[in-house]
Protein backbone atom coordinates (compact mmCIF):
# COMPACT_ATOMS: atom_id res chain seq x y z
CA UNK A 1 0.00 0.00 0.00
CA UNK A 2 1.64 3.34 -0.75
CA UNK A 3 2.04 5.55 1.85
CA UNK A 4 -0.50 8.52 2.04
CA UNK A 5 0.83 12.30 1.73
CA UNK A 6 0.44 14.95 4.69
CA UNK A 7 2.18 18.42 3.89
CA UNK A 8 3.07 20.01 7.27
CA UNK A 9 2.83 24.56 7.57
CA UNK A 10 4.78 25.53 9.68
CA UNK A 11 7.69 22.44 9.36
CA UNK A 12 10.75 24.81 10.09
CA UNK A 13 9.23 25.48 13.18
CA UNK A 14 8.24 24.25 16.81
CA UNK A 15 4.80 22.99 15.81
CA UNK A 16 5.44 21.58 12.58
CA UNK A 17 8.86 20.34 13.07
CA UNK A 18 7.10 18.15 15.96
CA UNK A 19 4.93 17.16 13.10
CA UNK A 20 7.24 16.43 10.32
CA UNK A 21 9.40 14.10 13.42
CA UNK A 22 6.29 12.22 14.60
CA UNK A 23 5.17 11.51 11.08
CA UNK A 24 8.21 10.04 9.77
CA UNK A 25 8.73 8.07 12.96
CA UNK A 26 5.55 6.18 12.53
CA UNK A 27 6.69 5.18 9.26
CA UNK A 28 3.26 5.21 8.27
CA UNK A 29 3.31 8.45 5.81
CA UNK A 30 5.30 10.47 3.52
CA UNK A 31 6.01 14.00 4.84
CA UNK A 32 5.58 17.04 2.58
CA UNK A 33 7.55 20.05 4.74
CA UNK A 34 6.50 23.32 3.56
CA UNK A 35 8.81 26.49 3.98
CA UNK A 36 8.77 30.00 2.29
CA UNK A 37 12.65 29.02 1.86
CA UNK A 38 12.44 25.58 1.00
CA UNK A 39 15.75 25.34 -0.63
CA UNK A 40 17.06 26.48 2.82
CA UNK A 41 15.71 22.92 4.55
CA UNK A 42 16.30 19.93 1.89
CA UNK A 43 16.70 17.82 4.08
CA UNK A 44 13.84 18.26 6.52
CA UNK A 45 11.19 15.68 4.88
CA UNK A 46 10.81 13.38 1.82
CA UNK A 47 9.95 16.22 0.13
CA UNK A 48 10.39 20.53 0.94
CA UNK A 49 8.25 22.57 -1.31
CA UNK A 50 7.46 26.25 -1.15
CA UNK A 51 4.47 27.35 0.80
CA UNK A 52 3.96 31.35 1.92
CA UNK A 53 -0.13 31.75 3.46
CA UNK A 54 0.77 34.90 2.38
CA UNK A 55 0.48 34.22 -1.05
CA UNK A 56 -1.96 31.31 -1.76
CA UNK A 57 -1.27 30.79 -5.58
CA UNK A 58 2.01 29.06 -3.71
CA UNK A 59 -0.30 27.01 -1.31
CA UNK A 60 -2.20 25.17 -4.88
CA UNK A 61 1.72 23.08 -5.70
CA UNK A 62 1.96 22.76 -1.62
CA UNK A 63 -1.59 20.59 -1.37
CA UNK A 64 -1.63 18.83 -4.52
CA UNK A 65 -1.85 15.26 -3.89
CA UNK A 66 -1.98 15.35 -0.27
CA UNK A 67 -4.42 13.44 1.72
CA UNK A 68 -3.70 15.48 4.90
CA UNK A 69 -2.74 18.93 5.78
CA UNK A 70 -1.56 20.17 8.93
CA UNK A 71 -1.71 24.27 9.45
CA UNK A 72 0.10 26.36 12.37
CA UNK A 73 -0.33 30.19 11.94
CA UNK A 74 2.12 32.07 13.69
CA UNK A 75 0.75 35.32 15.64
CA UNK A 76 3.79 36.67 16.54
CA UNK A 77 5.67 36.84 13.02
CA UNK A 78 4.77 41.08 11.77
CA UNK A 79 2.24 41.26 9.49
CA UNK A 80 1.00 38.14 10.00
CA UNK A 81 -3.42 37.89 9.31
CA UNK A 82 -4.29 34.77 10.91
CA UNK A 83 -7.85 34.86 9.98
CA UNK A 84 -6.57 35.30 6.37
CA UNK A 85 -3.90 33.18 6.33
CA UNK A 86 -6.10 30.20 7.55
CA UNK A 87 -9.13 30.81 5.60
CA UNK A 88 -6.66 30.77 2.18
CA UNK A 89 -4.67 27.11 3.42
CA UNK A 90 -8.46 25.56 3.87
CA UNK A 91 -9.77 26.99 0.42
CA UNK A 92 -5.83 25.53 -1.04
CA UNK A 93 -6.68 22.47 0.80
CA UNK A 94 -10.24 22.16 -0.47
CA UNK A 95 -9.09 22.54 -3.85
CA UNK A 96 -6.60 20.18 -4.28
CA UNK A 97 -9.09 17.66 -2.86
CA UNK A 98 -7.11 16.45 0.80
CA UNK A 99 -9.10 14.65 3.07
CA UNK A 100 -7.84 14.84 6.36
CA UNK A 101 -7.41 19.07 8.10
CA UNK A 102 -5.72 19.27 11.14
CA UNK A 103 -5.67 22.88 12.66
CA UNK A 104 -3.64 24.10 15.71
CA UNK A 105 -5.77 26.06 17.26
CA UNK A 106 -6.39 27.68 21.14
CA UNK A 107 -9.52 28.63 23.19
CA UNK A 108 -11.73 31.42 22.71
CA UNK A 109 -11.03 33.47 25.55
CA UNK A 110 -13.34 36.27 24.30
CA UNK A 111 -16.28 33.54 24.81
CA UNK A 112 -14.53 31.61 27.95
CA UNK A 113 -14.20 35.15 29.95
CA UNK A 114 -17.23 36.83 28.49
CA UNK A 115 -15.22 39.55 26.49
CA UNK A 116 -12.83 40.92 30.24
CA UNK A 117 -9.87 39.71 28.57
CA UNK A 118 -8.59 40.90 25.03
CA UNK A 119 -6.03 37.60 24.02
CA UNK A 120 -6.07 37.72 20.01
CA UNK A 121 -2.97 35.08 20.19
CA UNK A 122 -5.72 33.11 21.36
CA UNK A 123 -9.37 33.97 20.39
CA UNK A 124 -8.21 34.83 16.72
CA UNK A 125 -7.32 31.19 16.44
CA UNK A 126 -10.65 29.68 17.65
CA UNK A 127 -12.30 32.21 15.03
CA UNK A 128 -10.85 30.09 12.45
CA UNK A 129 -12.02 26.46 13.80
CA UNK A 130 -15.72 27.23 12.46
CA UNK A 131 -14.13 27.63 8.90
CA UNK A 132 -12.05 24.58 9.15
CA UNK A 133 -15.57 23.19 10.30
CA UNK A 134 -17.44 24.19 7.35
CA UNK A 135 -15.03 23.41 5.07
CA UNK A 136 -16.94 20.06 4.86
CA UNK A 137 -13.18 18.07 4.93
CA UNK A 138 -14.00 14.13 4.86
CA UNK A 139 -12.11 14.44 8.56
CA UNK A 140 -11.11 17.28 10.35
CA UNK A 141 -8.97 17.53 13.84
CA UNK A 142 -8.30 20.51 16.32
CA UNK A 143 -5.16 20.26 18.28
CA UNK A 144 -4.39 22.37 21.11
CA UNK A 145 -0.98 23.43 21.85
CA UNK A 146 0.13 24.40 25.60
CA UNK A 147 2.20 26.77 26.81
CA UNK A 148 5.24 25.08 25.53
CA UNK A 149 7.91 24.01 28.57
CA UNK A 150 10.19 25.41 25.93
CA UNK A 151 9.03 29.48 26.71
CA UNK A 152 10.46 28.84 29.92
CA UNK A 153 14.39 28.69 28.02
CA UNK A 154 13.31 30.83 25.09
CA UNK A 155 11.18 34.36 25.36
CA UNK A 156 10.28 33.90 29.04
CA UNK A 157 13.45 32.44 30.23
CA UNK A 158 14.79 34.08 33.69
CA UNK A 159 15.92 37.47 33.96
CA UNK A 160 17.91 39.16 36.19
CA UNK A 161 15.51 40.96 38.56
CA UNK A 162 16.51 44.46 40.63
CA UNK A 163 17.28 42.50 43.92
CA UNK A 164 19.98 40.69 41.89
CA UNK A 165 18.01 37.23 41.82
CA UNK A 166 17.40 35.07 38.51
CA UNK A 167 13.77 34.40 38.30
CA UNK A 168 10.43 36.06 36.84
CA UNK A 169 8.67 39.34 37.36
CA UNK A 170 4.90 38.56 35.98
CA UNK A 171 1.12 39.55 36.06
CA UNK A 172 0.19 36.68 37.84
CA UNK A 173 -0.72 35.08 41.77
CA UNK A 174 2.01 32.79 41.80
CA UNK A 175 -0.44 29.95 44.07
CA UNK A 176 -2.96 29.72 41.23
CA UNK A 177 -2.94 26.33 39.53
CA UNK A 178 -3.75 27.49 35.75
CA UNK A 179 -0.76 26.89 33.65
CA UNK A 180 -1.59 23.59 30.89
CA UNK A 181 1.53 23.23 30.09
CA UNK A 182 3.92 20.79 27.76
CA UNK A 183 7.45 20.03 25.99
CA UNK A 184 5.73 21.00 22.48
CA UNK A 185 8.22 18.40 20.18
CA UNK A 186 5.51 16.20 21.76
CA UNK A 187 2.65 17.80 19.64
CA UNK A 188 3.61 15.90 16.98
CA UNK A 189 2.36 12.28 18.22
CA UNK A 190 -0.88 13.93 18.75
CA UNK A 191 -1.27 14.87 14.82
CA UNK A 192 0.27 12.12 13.20
CA UNK A 193 -2.32 9.69 15.72
CA UNK A 194 -4.75 11.89 14.55
CA UNK A 195 -3.88 10.75 11.04
CA UNK A 196 -3.56 7.58 11.54
CA UNK A 197 -7.26 6.95 13.61
CA UNK A 198 -9.48 9.08 11.64
CA UNK A 199 -12.21 7.52 13.04
CA UNK A 200 -11.62 8.38 16.37
CA UNK A 201 -10.10 11.93 16.31
CA UNK A 202 -10.89 13.18 12.56
CA UNK A 203 -14.85 14.10 13.77
CA UNK A 204 -13.90 17.44 14.41
CA UNK A 205 -12.56 16.33 18.37
CA UNK A 206 -10.43 18.60 20.12
CA UNK A 207 -6.96 17.07 21.37
CA UNK A 208 -4.93 18.94 23.90
CA UNK A 209 -1.11 18.26 24.39
CA UNK A 210 -0.93 18.71 28.50
CA UNK A 211 1.73 17.43 30.33
CA UNK A 212 1.50 19.34 33.65
CA UNK A 213 -0.94 21.94 34.97
CA UNK A 214 0.75 24.01 37.04
CA UNK A 215 1.09 27.30 39.12
CA UNK A 216 4.02 29.19 38.30
CA UNK A 217 5.07 28.49 42.57
CA UNK A 218 4.86 24.91 41.35
CA UNK A 219 7.16 25.54 38.28
CA UNK A 220 9.49 27.47 40.29
CA UNK A 221 9.29 24.69 43.24
CA UNK A 222 10.60 22.12 40.71
CA UNK A 223 13.16 24.05 39.14
CA UNK A 224 14.81 25.08 42.66
CA UNK A 225 14.41 21.56 43.86
CA UNK A 226 16.73 20.66 40.96
CA UNK A 227 19.51 23.03 41.98
CA UNK A 228 18.10 26.29 40.93
CA UNK A 229 17.76 29.38 42.94
CA UNK A 230 15.07 31.32 40.95
CA UNK A 231 12.96 33.79 42.27
CA UNK A 232 9.40 35.12 41.89
CA UNK A 233 8.10 38.59 42.26
CA UNK A 234 4.36 39.49 41.54
CA UNK A 235 4.20 42.95 39.21
CA UNK A 236 1.14 44.96 37.97
CA UNK A 237 -0.34 44.10 34.76
CA UNK A 238 0.72 47.93 33.65
CA UNK A 239 4.08 47.52 34.60
CA UNK A 240 5.00 44.38 32.94
CA UNK A 241 3.06 45.60 29.85
CA UNK A 242 5.26 48.32 29.41
CA UNK A 243 8.38 45.77 29.64
CA UNK A 244 8.69 44.78 26.43
CA UNK A 245 6.55 45.27 22.96
CA UNK A 246 4.22 42.56 22.75
CA UNK A 247 3.83 42.35 26.83
CA UNK A 248 0.22 43.88 26.97
CA UNK A 249 -0.72 40.61 25.17
CA UNK A 250 1.17 38.28 27.26
CA UNK A 251 0.24 40.18 30.33
CA UNK A 252 -3.68 39.64 29.40
CA UNK A 253 -2.87 36.32 28.83
CA UNK A 254 -1.43 35.62 31.95
CA UNK A 255 -4.80 37.37 33.80
CA UNK A 256 -6.59 34.85 32.07
CA UNK A 257 -5.16 32.21 32.51
CA UNK A 258 -5.08 33.02 36.34
CA UNK A 259 -8.70 33.58 35.95
CA UNK A 260 -10.24 30.53 33.72
CA UNK A 261 -7.09 28.35 33.16
CA UNK A 262 -5.47 27.90 29.91
CA UNK A 263 -7.83 25.85 28.61
CA UNK A 264 -10.75 27.47 30.04
CA UNK A 265 -12.47 24.86 31.30
CA UNK A 266 -12.23 21.03 32.61
CA UNK A 267 -10.72 19.04 29.58
CA UNK A 268 -10.12 16.34 31.50
CA UNK A 269 -11.80 14.18 28.51
CA UNK A 270 -9.83 15.35 26.07
CA UNK A 271 -6.57 15.06 27.45
CA UNK A 272 -7.49 11.71 28.03
CA UNK A 273 -8.53 10.94 24.16
CA UNK A 274 -5.36 12.90 23.14
CA UNK A 275 -2.94 10.60 25.16
CA UNK A 276 -4.88 8.05 23.43
CA UNK A 277 -4.29 9.20 20.07
CA UNK A 278 -0.72 9.84 20.58
CA UNK A 279 0.01 6.54 22.21
CA UNK A 280 1.81 7.90 25.75
CA UNK A 281 1.35 9.92 28.32
CA UNK A 282 3.53 13.27 27.77
CA UNK A 283 6.40 14.16 29.49
CA UNK A 284 5.83 15.78 32.93
CA UNK A 285 7.48 19.39 33.67
CA UNK A 286 10.26 17.95 35.78
CA UNK A 287 11.19 15.43 33.32
CA UNK A 288 12.04 18.11 30.75
CA UNK A 289 13.29 20.42 32.62
CA UNK A 290 16.09 18.16 34.60
CA UNK A 291 17.23 17.74 30.72
CA UNK A 292 16.44 20.95 29.20
CA UNK A 293 17.32 23.57 32.77
CA UNK A 294 20.84 22.65 33.65
CA UNK A 295 22.34 24.01 36.54
CA UNK A 296 25.00 26.48 35.91
CA UNK A 297 28.25 24.87 37.15
CA UNK A 298 27.26 21.61 37.74
N1 LIG B 1 4.69 29.59 22.86
C1 LIG B 1 3.59 29.06 23.32
O1 LIG B 1 3.50 28.70 24.50
C2 LIG B 1 2.42 28.83 22.41
C3 LIG B 1 1.33 28.10 22.88
C4 LIG B 1 0.27 27.82 22.04
C5 LIG B 1 0.29 28.28 20.74
N2 LIG B 1 1.35 29.02 20.32
C6 LIG B 1 1.29 29.52 18.93
O2 LIG B 1 2.29 28.90 18.16
C7 LIG B 1 2.39 29.65 16.94
C8 LIG B 1 3.80 29.57 16.45
O3 LIG B 1 4.13 28.24 16.26
P1 LIG B 1 5.63 27.72 16.45
O4 LIG B 1 6.09 28.07 17.81
O5 LIG B 1 5.68 26.34 15.99
O6 LIG B 1 6.35 28.70 15.41
P2 LIG B 1 7.91 28.94 15.15
O7 LIG B 1 8.74 27.85 15.75
O8 LIG B 1 8.19 30.35 15.53
O9 LIG B 1 7.96 28.84 13.58
C9 LIG B 1 7.12 29.58 12.77
C10 LIG B 1 6.78 28.74 11.56
O10 LIG B 1 5.76 29.41 10.81
C11 LIG B 1 6.11 29.37 9.43
N3 LIG B 1 5.52 30.54 8.82
C12 LIG B 1 5.48 31.80 9.30
N4 LIG B 1 4.87 32.62 8.41
C13 LIG B 1 4.53 31.86 7.33
C14 LIG B 1 3.89 32.12 6.10
N5 LIG B 1 3.49 33.35 5.77
N6 LIG B 1 3.70 31.10 5.26
C15 LIG B 1 4.11 29.85 5.55
N7 LIG B 1 4.73 29.54 6.71
C16 LIG B 1 4.93 30.53 7.59
C17 LIG B 1 7.62 29.38 9.43
O11 LIG B 1 8.06 28.75 8.22
P3 LIG B 1 9.23 29.32 7.24
O12 LIG B 1 9.93 30.43 7.97
O13 LIG B 1 10.09 28.13 6.99
O14 LIG B 1 8.48 29.76 6.05
C18 LIG B 1 7.97 28.53 10.66
O15 LIG B 1 8.04 27.16 10.34
C19 LIG B 1 1.92 31.05 17.27
O16 LIG B 1 0.79 31.39 16.49
C20 LIG B 1 1.55 30.98 18.74
O17 LIG B 1 0.42 31.77 19.06
C21 LIG B 1 2.42 29.28 21.09
Redesign the pocket.
Known sequence: MSQKLIAV?????????AVVRALQASGQFKVRA????PS??RELADEVVE????RPKTLKTAFEGAHGVFL??????EG?D?LK?ATAAVRAAKDAGVKHFVW?T?PNVEVISGGEFDVP??TG?AKIDRIVQEAGFVNHTFV?????Y??LV??LAPQKQADGSLGWALPLVPAVRCIHMGD?RELGNIVAGAFAHPDQAGNGEYLPLVGDFMSFNEIIDTLNRQGHEFSFKQVPKEVFAASFPGGAEVANTFLYFQAHTYLGSDSYDQIALANKIAGGQPSKFSTWARVNVPVQGS
Open positions: IGATGQQGGLSRNKHADLDVTNFWETEQSLHFKIAPFFQNGAI
